[in-house]
């Protein structure tokens, strides 16, 4: 990966949450399927990528998901896993003064 030395936060899902014993028994889901919103969360969370620790870190808190958490992660976390880059995303709203600074490398490298 050859991105700028940016700060990662990484989503971690509670592995007890109740809504898995929930979709386990669904052989087809809609928007109805109870427990549907963590298997939602599951597609919607994303490695994401800041341009400073502290606004990584300051995302590294509760998230709208109560089973999921962001935890701060390292370039190496991220080199030893199972991440590309088409996995990264920008931590920063789109209204965010180093929004482009971020996004841009990650869209060049991708």
Known sequence: MTLPNFFY???RFRASSPD???LKGASEWTLDT???SFALALDYYRVEAFA???DRDAAC???AHE???YRPASRKDIARGDITLDDIACGHAIDHSRFAEVLGPIFDAA
């Open 20 to 22: 898995i014993a929930k």
């Open 52 to 54: 400073t620790r502290k």
């Open 9 to 11: 936060a990484e989503p």
């Open 34 to 36: 109870p427990g549907i």
């Open 61 to 63: 808190g509760p998230t």
């Open 67 to 69: 089973d999921v958490q």
